[in-house]
């Protein structure tokens, strides 16, 4: 059973930067693809992020793009979002998700979640 834990949410000011990490276990890593969704209160799940077994397909959302970058360490078992220029509208819970051949775009389409890590951008 494949597992995925984040890490790296906590608080931020407006124009600073973070970085998520996902680790998984109990399956092999390097087939999954992966992404990254946030959900704020009162939202729908908003996908932000995905990449692919090979790490060379990789897909952002509108409102990320250009601000934030996905990557993965298959030696590590660990992929990455590093948020740059955040701003108050990337408050959310970041949910790490995995499946188990591509990308895509809708958030059921992979079995596989962590349970969130909570990001705060204050102004």
């Known amino acids: 059973q494949v597992q995925l834990v984040e890490t790296g949410g906590g608080s931020a000011q407006a124009g600073d930067s973070l970085t998520l990490s996902c680790v998984a276990s109990?399956?092999?890593?390097?087939?999954?693809?992966l992404a990254w969704f946030r959900q704020a209160p009162g939202a729908e799940r908003e996908f932000v992020s995905a990449?692919?077994?090979?790490?060379?397909?990789?897909l952002y959302g509108d409102s990320v793009k250009g601000r934030f970058t996905i990557s993965r360490d298959d030696d590590k078992n660990t992929v990455y979002l590093q948020m740059n220029s955040l701003k108050p509208e990337d408050t959310a819970v970041y949910y790490c998700?995995?499946?188990?051949?591509?990308?895509?775009?809708?958030?059921?389409?992979?079995?596989?979640w962590g349970q969130g890590t909570q990001v705060t951008v204050s102004s």
């Open positions: 990449i692919n077994w090979s790490g060379l397909s990789i």
């Open positions: 998700a995995g499946r188990g051949w591509g990308i895509l775009l809708s958030a059921g389409e992979y079995p596989y």
């Open positions: 109990g399956g092999r890593f390097k087939d999954l693809g």
